[in-house]
Nanobody, 111 residues
Framework: VQLVESGGGLVQPGGSLRLSCAGSGFTVSTYVMRWYRQAPGKERELVAGISSVSDRTDYADSVKGRFTISRDNAKNTVYLQMNSLKPEDTAVYYC?????WGQGTQVTVSS
């Protein structure tokens, strides 16, 4: 199993980014997929998840209405669309399935 995140970067407050998580060695449509983030000096926190059944999604209260998790089964990839970004969204974002983690991608929101 391998997860490879991409799409992070530096963005101004109010801007948008789309993170990608490409899976290999398994099929993303058959598992719950999650995005976590970890800011400096803070614990890793769950940001969003998408179920394997009916594509039900769940979000942390801090990102509801701004972030959208989705899945492209043909590409075996999960996405996190992040809009209206705030400085407090600055963190390393990780993709997760079961006990497996990607390497993370840095998101920095700053003017």
């Amino acid at each position: 199993v391998q997860l490879v995140e991409s799409g992070g970067g530096l963005v101004q407050p109010g801007g948008s980014l789309r993170l990608s998580c490409a899976g290999s060695g398994f099929t993303v449509s058959t598992y719950v997929m999650r995005w976590y983030r970890q800011a400096p000096g803070k614990e890793r926190e769950l940001v969003a998840g998408i179920s394997s059944v009916s594509d039900r999604t769940d979000y942390a209260d801090s990102v509801k209405g701004r972030f959208t998790i989705s899945r492209d089964n043909a590409k075996n990839t999960v996405y996190l669309q992040m809009n209206s970004l705030k400085p407090e969204d600055t963190a390393v974002y990780y993709c997760n399935v079961r006990v497996y983690w990607g390497q993370g991608t840095q998101v920095t929101v700053s003017s």
